[in-house]
């Protein structure tokens, strides 16, 4: 089953910071985040696998609650180049470990 | 060098048709998948290879076959075109994996099929 995205969209000024959420209905075995923007394909940000765990990555950091079966990515200090849409992809617990279910993404833009 | 890559970048064709997909990457992984992305831009996965055996296989029509000749290489054909595959299509590789391990994913810059 599809996890969750919220908001659908959000609009931000340069240095602002944001949070995208993404909630499962299953116990789930990890969480990756990509971002696509426009045209492209999905890129890498980071996968968390262990409730609690946290990570980062410039300014951007996630952090992965298993026991409420949701993950939050954060956006600290926001540039022009945060732009685009956010994906989570799930894995429930049980499943192949890399067959990842997206969500539905979430629109980011970064005004100047 | 591009890690993964996709073609043709753009495919317009009619209904009814048969056409395919090649996508190849260099980055040495054992895992290779097809994404569609519909205009909604959600994204679901279609197949998985792992050594060039078949390991995922979601609920896609049989009118989709994918090929893998090697490791390196995964080919998408698709017979009968309806009107409803048009959708941009992103082949993606990842270190092998298993139901323990999980790895990035790293993407094709895709292919937007367009069925008239």
């Known amino acids: 089953q599809q996890p969750v995205q919220s908001p659908q969209a959000v609009i931000l000024r340069e240095g602002e910071d944001a949070v995208i959420n993404c909630s499962s209905s299953?116990?789930?075995?990890?969480v990756h985040w990509y971002r696509q923007k426009h045209g492209e394909a999905p890129v890498f940000l980071m996968i968390l696998l262990k409730g609690g765990e946290q990570k980062g990555h410039d300014k951007i950091s996630a952090s992965f609650n298993e026991k409420k079966q949701q993950s939050s990515l954060y956006l600290t200090a926001s540039q022009l180049s945060y732009s685009g849409t956010y994906f989570c992809g799930t894995t429930p617990r049980g499943e192949y470990g890399n067959k990842l279910v997206f969500g539905a993404g979430t629109i980011l833009r970064v005004k100047s | 060098d591009t890690a993964v890559s996709q073609t043709p970048k753009y495919l317009v064709t009619q209904m009814g048709n048969d056409k395919s997909i090649k996508c190849e990457q260099n980055?040495?992984?054992?895992?290779m998948y097809w994404y569609k992305q519909d205009s909604k831009k959600f994204l679901k996965i279609m197949f998985s290879?792992?050594?060039?055996?078949?390991?995922i296989n979601e609920t896609v029509p049989n009118r989709f076959s994918p090929k893998s000749p090697d490791k390196a290489h995964l080919n998408l054909h698709i017979n009968s075109l309806e009107l409803g595959d048009s959708a941009v299509y992103f082949c993606a590789s990842s270190q092998e994996v298993s139901a323990s391990r999980t790895y990035e994913q790293y993407f094709g810059p895709g292919t937007r099929l367009t069925v008239t």
């Open positions: 980055l040495g992984h054992d895992t």
């Open positions: 299953k116990a789930l075995y990890s």
């Open positions: 290879y792992n050594n060039k055996e078949l390991i």
